[in-house]
């Protein structure tokens, strides 16, 4: 809600008088905000889609130019954008180590020159006069200044006691998508020496739901093709997706393949959004009825015949029982159910069947429903139909909210999980036991029992009812009683009235952040909370994975600020405290106190093999980066220079050991390049038969394979029958005897230690995960084909009979309830949907953006965006302060807008804003100089209770809510 103010306060201080003392105490110039605007490209308030584009790129400051004649040099250093997952290169320009301005990457493939207006202002991120400064203690409810030393003792000492006489499971590690991958796969496993599986982050909120469907339907859980591959397409179908706000710099691929191949751009939401503006069809649908619209639009393409019928027989299982399916929602029943016209979706059938490869695009407006795995199996199905998958051009592309948060879900920062998805059975733990160089019964005597070593742990979704339920209700010995939030902004999150309850009943609670969050604010605490100070990723070196899988080295741009530590050096901090560091960083050099970290990466390539992130060594990453130029920016492989014919950034799988040389995998599951090449297939990771059916391909195989059909995921017993095995050489054999004992066989293309079996199976053009078919039925689902259900808080009480939810249940530790929700019928006093989502100015749960002072006065008030029938039946006028109540009786206070962006019945929130709570202003809750410019009430405070099916992914994209005037 873009209202001008000039009057913005921020404890006592004029936000346009920040501007200028900020830059000029930066620079030694004093410059005024319309001067600052003009020299740096960015024009307050104008379109989010105009400042992506590269002639709205941020110009070089005439201040850093004075100071470089000056006297001492300016060196340029890559860094990437601590923002959304893009992957965007910012070039810092440093003169005796401050931070004096910024570029974007123009050789970047990725970015292409061009920054949003949160990346043109990253350098404010780790500059900023808002972070927390040092490590700070509540005491008597006042926040005071403590050392590390005394940091580390006392928190770890608590923590420590809460382990002794509660177990280990009482503690959650909250770990963070901003984390680089070496700190992410460290909190994992650092977390696996403390003895919980009770570790989780940002993902599970924003895409826990596609990793899961996606992966149940062909084998990973990750974006398909890149963000440059769009280029390609011919035609774009978004759906929960507002890439023009969320995703800026992606979009100038989309415009691309929008403009160069005519393709027509196909936008499907609830929402009328600045992506939407650019649509050569919007589709209204009725927010939470995603697998009704999809199948309403597969329908058609089936009654025509528009599927691919040759690629769903050679590459696809179980496609008869979606035509099941599909052929019940004919016209009449998608429209009864969505509010589509079925006019509309057969033109929408007949654009994508006529214009293919087409690309799919989906985010969390897609993801966080109760049936969120539902939704993103039905999008993939969709795509399957068509032939769009394993093309260039055409998959599924999955744009992510963080700039690590593949990277740190890779890596296994989630409570099911150890890093590269390979479970929690014992043979997982063994694996990483091996990697670790760590006796396997070491690991298992930190964790309470060998059945809580094994189990799925409570998710970040939940940790709150972990701490809240009584104890007879939960699948662990006790409660949670300490709680770490490290890199999370609790305002992300739904039913946030109960968070409060649960931060307030901890005996300790922790945040390690850059900045303090709305963590120390939102619980009334006495005593036991404390606020550690991180570093940013500007001021450590590290990869970090973009969406598209392309890891990127990012180099230190300045030293830590303040007193803030690095968070490797935290960890290794607490690691002595607790006793375990000597394990923990075995084959890691620290120096000093801080952990090197290339030895961290070196150790993830010595594990990764599953997911193929073994052959990015440090100095493969390095030397992308400083090559950029020659890469192609519509195929990203290199054409010429020293890093010829790979991928940039190495996008995973990048199979075997660094000196194997792969290229990377630009496209998955494309079988028109060999595999050595970065050709690859469907993964055979469901077996090889179901019901008599095959699982594997049939007659479809990476270009060059020495088999010319589907089969299983590569084992030494299958190197073996082919007489592949006497191509090992003798170290690799001798690795492979060591890990297999007498059941050589056994050992497969993941846990073979030397690579040798990815190597010879890759000689023959083989894929080691197997060449299968994609699955349309995940018989291990509660849902085998994708099905409608009614969201949990409903306005449609006549669609609940035929449409309902799942009964009351009990997983990942905690009850979850379904049936017992959907069956109160609150939808009279509770009658407009509500939904959720995010502006261009701001990021997350928005604190160290709201920190900011240039995207700070860019959007300065929290809103929610609200029909004009609805508006006027309900008295309320542009601009008005509003109560915006959910069914769980959370409210907000918030500026009403009024506008036809939303539908009739449907009221939007962003969710950036936090700092203040039920109309409570907790702006004196933090310490001293540590408070956002710009506060506002959190959407989550009157957001409600559901939680995917399998994931716990939170429902908050539909809910209900009353509006009325405050």
Not at 190 to 214: L, M
Not at 289 to 298: E, N
Not at 618 to 647: I, N, S, W
Not at 842 to 849: I, S
Request: a neutral charge; one cysteine or more.
């Amino acid at each position: 809600m873009l209202i001008k103010k000039s009057s913005a306060t921020s404890g006592g201080r004029h936000l346009a008088r920040t501007l200028t003392q900020t830059l000029a105490t930066a620079t030694g110039v004093t410059v005024d905000r319309r001067a600052f605007l003009r020299s740096s490209g960015i024009a307050a308030g104008g379109a989010a889609l105009a400042s992506a584009m590269p002639f709205g790129m941020v110009k070089k400051a005439d201040a850093a130019t004075a100071a470089a004649v000056a006297g001492a040099p300016v060196k340029q250093v890559k860094s990437i954008c601590t923002h959304c997952s893009v992957g965007c290169t910012v070039v810092a320009e440093v003169q005796n180590g401050v931070w004096i301005g910024q570029e974007p990457g123009f050789d970047s493939p990725i970015n292409l020159g061009a920054h949003c207006a949160k990346g043109a202002s990253v350098r404010e991120h780790a500059h900023g006069d808002r972070r927390l400064r040092y490590p700070m203690k509540m005491v008597d409810g006042k926040w005071t200044r403590i050392s590390w030393d005394q940091a580390i003792e006392e928190v770890g000492s608590k923590l420590l006691s809460i382990r002794e006489q509660s177990g280990p499971d009482s503690v959650f590690w909250l770990g963070s998508a901003k984390h680089s991958n070496e700190q992410a796969y460290l909190f994992r496993k650092f977390a696996a020496f403390w003895g919980t599986n009770n570790v989780d982050h940002q993902a599970r909120i924003c895409h826990s739901t596609t990793v899961a469907g996606v992966a149940n339907v062909w084998g990973y859980g990750a974006m398909t093709n890149s963000y440059n591959d769009i280029q390609k397409s011919r035609s774009l179908f978004f759906i929960g997706s507002n890439a023009a706000e969320a995703h800026p710099v992606a979009m100038m691929h989309v415009l691309k393949a929008k403009e160069q191949n005519n393709a027509p751009l196909i936008v499907a939401d609830p929402r009328f959004t600045r992506t939407a503006a650019k649509a050569d069809e919007y589709i209204r649908f009725r927010p939470g009825t995603d697998v009704a619209l999809v199948w309403g639009i597969l329908w058609h393409v089936l009654q025509n015949g528009w599927e691919d019928k040759d690629y769903i027989a050679k590459r696809v299982y179980g496609f008869d029982d979606i035509r099941a399916e599909v052929a019940k929602w004919t016209p009449e029943e998608v429209e009864r159910v969505t509010g589509v016209p079925g006019s509309q979706l057969k033109r929408v059938a007949r654009t994508l069947a006529s214009h293919r490869p087409g690309t799919l695009v989906w985010c969390m407006g897609g993801t966080q429903h109760h049936i969120g795995n539902n939704n993103t199996r039905a999008y993939c199905v969709l795509q399957l139909a068509l032939g769009n998958v394993g093309v260039a051009g055409g998959g599924t592309n999955i744009f992510r909210g963080h700039d690590n948060v593949q990277g740190a879900t890779d890596f296994g920062v989630t409570s099911d999980s150890l890093p590269g998805y390979y479970g929690l059975a014992e043979g997982a733990w063994r694996h990483w036991a091996r990697v670790w160089d760590v006796p396997y019964d070491e690991v298992l005597a930190r964790f309470k029992d060998k059945k809580l070593m094994e189990a799925t742990g409570i998710p970040v979704s939940r940790w709150f009812d972990g701490v809240l339920e009584a104890k007879e209700n939960l699948d662990q010995p006790n409660p949670v009683k300490g709680m770490v939030f490290w890199g999370h902004a609790p305002n992300s999150q739904v039913r946030l009235p109960d968070m409060k309850k649960a931060m307030e009943k901890l005996e300790l609670l922790v945040v390690v952040d850059p900045f303090p969050t709305m963590t120390a604010v939102l619980p009334d605490r006495k005593d036991n909370f404390y606020l550690l100070p991180a570093a940013t990723q500007f001021e450590t070196v590290g990869s970090r994975t973009a969406s598209n899988r392309s890891v990127q080295w990012s180099d230190k741009i300045m030293e830590p600020l303040f007193e803030s530590k690095v968070d490797h050096e935290i960890m290794y901090l607490f690691a002595k405290k607790f006793g375990f560091a000597e394990a923990l960083f075995k084959n890691i050099k620290v120096e000093g106190n801080v952990p090197v970290i290339e030895d961290i990466t070196r150790e993830w390539n010595r594990g990764m093999w599953s997911v193929g992130y073994t052959g990015q060594s440090p100095e493969r990453l390095k030397l992308h980066m400083q090559h950029q130029a020659t890469f192609d920016k519509t195929t990203l492989r290199a054409v010429g220079g020293p890093c010829d014919g790979e991928y940039f950034g190495l996008p995973w799988p990048c199979w075997g050991t660094p000196e194997m040389k792969h290229p990377g995998t630009a496209n998955l599951y494309d079988t028109s390049l060999p595999v050595a090449e970065g050709g690859g297939a469907f993964r055979a990771r469901f077996g090889v038969e179901r019901n008599g059916v095959t699982l594997l391909a049939e007659g479809s195989y990476p270009e060059g394979s020495e088999i010319k059909d589907g089969y299983p995921e590569v084992t030494m017993a299958m190197l073996q029958k082919l007489g592949f095995d006497k191509e090992l050489t003798e170290q690799e054999l001798a690795v492979i005897q060591k890990i297999g004992g007498d059941k050589i066989g056994t050992v497969s293309w993941t846990t073979d230690l030397s690579g040798g079996i990815q190597r010879v199976a890759i000689k023959h053009g083989l894929n080691p995960p197997g060449n299968a078919k994609a699955r349309c039925v995940a018989w291990n689902f509660p849902d085998p084909v994708p099905i409608h259900r009614e969201p949990l808080y409903t306005p449609r009480r006549d669609l609940v009979a035929s449409y309902p939810t799942y009964k009351d249940t009990k997983s990942w530790r905690v009850p979850t309830l379904y049936k017992s929700i959907q069956d109160r019928d609150v939808s009279k006093e509770y009658p407009i949907i509500l939904t959720s989502g995010r502006l261009v100015e701001y990021e997350g749960g928005g604190d160290e953006t709201r920190s900011n002072p240039w995207l700070a006065e860019l959007q300065q008030d929290m809103f929610v965006e609200i029909n004009p029938f609805d508006a006027n039946n309900a008295g309320i006028k542009d601009g008005q302060m509003v109560w915006v109540e959910g069914p769980e009786k959370g409210k907000v206070k918030v500026k009403a807008m009024v506008t036809e962006r939303v539908g009739r019945g449907v009221a939007f929130m962003p969710f950036h804003f936090g700092g203040v709570y039920q109309g409570q202003d907790l702006r004196s809750k933090y310490p001293a100089g540590a408070d956002p410019i710009v506060l506002g009430e959190a959407a989550n405070t009157a957001t409600t209770y559901g939680y995917d099916s399998v994931t716990q992914m939170q429902e908050t994209k539909t809910t209900l809510c009353r509006i009325q005037a405050a």
